[in-house]
């Protein structure tokens, strides 16, 4: 399954980031800046990358107007 925000590579090898998806395609901004639909058979979820690229908030942020 893909969900926005997934590190994916394409059959030849070329790193993008899932924009959207639908029920057979994910939009996905290569990393040549190119955008495009890609049938999500062509796409594999690259785990690791996937997860070192994630957005972590500290708990113990504090938000300047609280």
């Given at each position: 399954m893909?969900h926005?925000?997934?590190c994916?590579?394409?059959t030849d090898?070329?790193?993008?980031?899932?924009?959207?998806?639908?029920?057979d395609?994910?939009?996905v901004?290569w990393?040549?800046?190119?955008?495009?639909?890609?049938?999500?058979?062509?796409?594999?979820v690259d785990?690791?990358?996937?997860k070192?690229?994630?957005?972590?908030?500290?708990?113990?942020?504090?938000?300047?107007l609280?």
């Amino acid at each position: 399954m893909f969900h926005i925000g997934d590190c994916v590579v394409y059959t030849d090898g070329t790193r993008g980031v899932v924009l959207e998806v639908t029920d057979d395609r994910c939009h996905v901004l290569w990393e040549d800046y190119f955008v495009s639909w890609e049938k999500k058979e062509l796409l594999t979820v690259d785990e690791e990358l996937t997860k070192k690229q994630t957005i972590r908030v500290s708990s113990h942020v504090s938000h300047p107007l609280s």
